[in-house]
Every structure is written in C-alpha cells, then in structure tokens.
C-alpha cells in the first residue's frame, strides 16, 4: 500500500513539472556531471574549536528565574528526592515558585506520597492536572499555564521532548546545570545521615583488611581456609558490613597490583602479596540516600622502596588539601597547591600515569556533586559544603596509592565524616615464603 501510494505521487508531481523529472537515472547523472579528471583529497580540519567563556544566554536566563521544574522518578534524580524527602519511583513532576511547591505524583503514589511529603508541599493527582492519558510533560504544561507562569528554569541534562513541549508553547526556558544550589550547603540531618554512612565505611574498611591480614601466602597469592582470597570475596565481606550497617554499595574499589594503576579499576581476581591494595567504599544510607566516600592503601606483607615513596607523597599533598578546607577558599587553589606537593617529591605527571584525576568533589544525594576540588572550576567552599580530600599516584611499573577521606568544612576547618586512617597499613604476612613458592 505504502510503495503504491508514494509511486502514485511521485508520478502526479512529474506531470506536474514534466521538465523537472523526479527520477534521475545513472546514466543521466553521469552526464550531468562528468567525472573530474582529479579527484580532491579532503584534509578534515582536527584542530580543537575555540570555546567561548562567556555564559550561554539560555544559562543567564536560568539563574534570574525562580520558577523550577524537575521530571523523574527519584530513583534517578536526586534533585526531585532532595525536595520531596520521600521514595517516589513513578515518574513524578515537581514544581519549586517563589511562593509554594506543588509534586503531581500518579494516583499510585498520591495518598503514601501525601502523607510522607513535607507540609510546605502541595501534593497533586497528576490525573487532577490532566484527565486524560499524556505525557508528563504535557501535564507539566497544563500546570504551568494552570497558574499562569510563562518562564521556568529546567535541569540542564533534562530530556529534550520536555524543554520541546514547553518551548513550543512559548514557555521561555531556562537551563541550569545546578538546579538547586542550595543542595551543597548540608544541614545537621543531612550532616548526620554522611556521618552514620562515613562510620559504615570506615567499620567495612577495617573488616576488610582484618580478613586480609588472616591469609597465608601459598604459591604467589593469598589464601584464606584454603580457598585463594580474591578481589571478589573482601567486596562480598564489604557489601555484608554496609548492610548490616543500613547501608548499601553500587559498587565497590578493591584492586591489587598493576590493577591498582588505573584508579576506577574495580579489580578482580586473587589478591597478591608485596602489592598494592586499594580499598575504595563509597556507601550509601539505605533510608536517607546520602552517600560518603573514603579509600585506603593497604600491602600484604613488604611494599616497595617506590610505593613507600608514593604514599608518603600522597600523605603530604592530602594534609596540605585539608588544611586548605575554610570558607571562602577556592577550590582551584586547593587543587593546586595539591599538585605543587607531589611535584616538589618528585612524583611527575603525564596523560596516563602520577596524579590523573581532580583532588576531590562535593558528596550528599550524589556521590559526585558541587562543589568540585579540580583545576577547571570556579568555585569556592561555603562553610556547610561536605567535599573529599582524595590524591593519588599512578604508574604502570609500581601500582597505584591514594588516600580520602569525607569532611565537613566548617568556620573553623574541616571536620572528618569517615575517618579512616590514612597510613600506609602493612598487614602481617612472610614475605619470604611468597618468595619460596
């Protein structure tokens, strides 16, 4: 029927204009146009293209604007968890006005949700807002005409059928990359809630190696009753303290030797002696969804005379992070006063290898959010910002270290949420037997 249809057409339109033939054969094409005696060679232009520094103007517009729409569920989006304070896992629209918030849920969630929300929200029936059948945000449109307002700011990396339907409706549409800011300034709930996951991570840290330090070297790897103790199994022992703890881990850092040279390396396999541990646990509270974040180097048996070296460079460029932890500093110059201290110990960095990723970042609903402790931001600690203090070096010949830890920054400093040790934990093995089997 299609084939049909579009044949029947093309031949109206060629009676239609007889002399401009829709259908051209190869060989007219070819006499149309000749084949060049040279065929160009196309030397595509890879240079990088120059970025502008001024602020887009769809982003200006977004931070004059007081009218904020989130779209989602808040199993994936925390800013909608962050208001709501409550488990919404349909997919729910939140407007945030100057003068009230309104969460138009589905009649599924309406009566727990209405119950659980916080007093200063008004909880809608999305099917009040709209009695038919549509997309979520058709029903955010409706709302905003509902109440009369013509501008709204979106979340930057909200989906495009959103910021379409809104747009062309002649909403004006704002862009925000950090929607609510006032996310990074944690209150004592908040505070308390990083503090009950940094103690989890802290008590699965010392498990974990406490059942490192009970192996035995047998034939170059450790074993544990018998069996090879693996990457795997100190994950699994993590994964049971977290949760006996009310805590749980998406994932989980415990990689060893080479491994240990590329920091998001998971790891896997046997765990080694005379190697490089890095135990890296990013919980998070099961009930409040607040996250915490600390690693800690540990060796089997004798590290290296380079890894000693490492660690103790690291160890200095984390104190002088910390100590950088005040109100008001900027969190550029914390980023690289950091890396001055692993240069001046001699500890070179390339693309691939010594210290190859940011010195740390805000942690709260998202274990990664503002602000962020790297050479390309702009911004500066407020006084109830909770950020990691994390340096490290990694190079392929010897193995990677890094230490981090969680902190409170506070007008009188920084206040540690995780408090795992920072030294370069040996764990009792015989280093001479992993030389004899």
């Not at 160009?40 to 604007?65: F, Q």
């Not at 540990?298 to 109100?327: E, I």
Request: overall charge positive; glycine content about 6%.
């Amino acid at each position: 029927m299609l084939t049909s249809f579009f044949k029947t057409a093309s031949q109206k339109k060629a009676v239609l204009n007889p002399k401009k033939s829709l259908l051209v054969t190869s060989e007219r094409r070819d006499s149309l146009n000749p084949p060049s005696k040279k065929t160009p060679v196309y030397n595509p232009d890879l240079s990088p293209m120059p970025l502008s520094t001024k602020t887009p103007a769809i982003l200006r517009r977004a931070s004059k604007n007081t009218n904020r729409l989130v779209i989602g569920s808040t199993e994936t989006n925390t800013d909608l968890l962050y208001l709501a304070k409550t488990p919404i896992p349909s997919r729910a629209l939140l407007l945030h006005t100057r003068q009230r918030t309104y969460l138009a849920v589905p009649r599924l969630e309406f009566e727990r949700v209405k119950k659980s929300a916080p007093n200063n929200i008004r909880v809608l029936c999305t099917d009040d807002v709209s009695p038919s059948p549509e997309p979520l945000e058709t029903t955010a449109l409706r709302l905003l005409q509902r109440l009369r307002i013509r501008s709204v700011t979106i979340q930057h990396d909200a989906p495009a059928m959103v910021y379409l339907t809104l747009a062309n409706a002649h909403v004006r549409v704002g862009l925000a990359r950090h929607l609510f800011p006032e996310r990074s300034k944690k209150n004592r709930e908040e505070i308390a809630a990083m503090r009950h996951a940094g103690k989890a991570a802290r008590q699965a840290i010392q498990n974990a190696t406490r059942t490192i330090a009970n192996a035995k070297i047998r034939r170059g790897v450790l074993q544990l009753k018998g069996s090879t103790l693996t990457s795997e199994d100190i994950k699994r022992n993590i994964r049971s303290t977290l949760f006996s703890l009310g805590c749980y881990a998406t994932s989980i850092i415990v990689s060893c030797g080479s491994d240990t040279s590329h920091p998001h390396h998971e790891g896997s396999g046997p765990l080694k002696p005379n190697e490089p541990i890095i135990i890296d646990v990013y919980p998070r509270h099961s009930k409040t969804k607040y996250w915490a974040d600390t690693t800690r180097t540990v060796v089997y048996g004798t590290p290296s005379p380079q890894l000693v070296a490492m660690h103790r460079a690291v160890l200095r460029a984390y104190q002088q992070g910390v100590a950088m932890l005040k109100p008001g500093t900027p969190t550029r110059a914390i980023d690289a006063a950091v890396r001055t201290v692993l240069e001046q110990e001699g500890f070179a960095t390339s693309k691939t290898q010594g210290f190859i990723h940011s010195t740390g970042h805000g942690v709260g609903l998202d274990l990664h959010e503002a602000p962020f402790i790297s050479p390309r931001s702009n911004e500066r600690l407020s006084e109830g910002n909770v950020v990691t203090v994390e340096p490290g070096l990694y190079y392929h010949a010897s193995g990677g270290v890094r230490i981090e830890n969680t902190f409170l920054v506070t007008k009188n400093g920084a206040v540690n949420l995780t408090n795992t040790p920072t030294t370069l934990q040996r764990l009792p093995g015989n280093t001479l037997a992993s030389k004899t089997f």
